[in-house]
Nanobody
Framework: QVQLVESGGGLVQAGGSLRLSCAAS????????MGWFRQAPGKEREFVGG????????YYADSVKGRFTISRDNTKNTVYLQMNSLKPEDTAVYYC???????????WGQGTQVTVSS
């Protein structure tokens, strides 16, 4: 089982940027695709984007496409979420997770809060 710890959240003004990190324990990190999700108060968890095990492929929800970028460094067992041009509607708790099977995720981290003020 992989353990994941997110960090990098905070309060930022609209139009600003943040970079989230997701550090993984375990030797199998580089074998799996990873995903980022978010959950705003009173809303269901939403898929933000994902990255293949090698980092060669990334995919994003339409709501963040062109503004968010996912990358990973398998030597550091870390996946990143670079968020630019942030909007108040991006306010949420952001989670990373391991894609253990196509479209199936586990090993959720504790999340990191992102708040975008208008």
């Amino acid at each position: 089982q992989v353990q994941l710890v997110e960090s990098g959240g905070g309060l930022v003004q609209a139009g600003g940027s943040l970079r989230l990190s997701c550090a993984a324990s375990g030797r199998t990190f580089s074998s799996y695709a990873m995903g980022w999700f978010r959950q705003a108060p009173g809303k269901e968890r939403e898929f933000v984007g994902g990255i293949s095990w090698s980092g060669g492929s990334t995919y994003y929800a339409d709501s963040v496409k062109g503004r968010f970028t996912i990358s990973r460094d398998n030597t550091k067992n870390t996946v990143y979420l670079q968020m630019n041009s942030l909007k108040p509607e991006d306010t949420a708790v952001y989670y990373c997770a391991r894609e253990f099977r196509s479209g199936r995720y586990d090993s959720w981290g504790q999340g990191t809060q992102v708040t975008v003020s208008s």
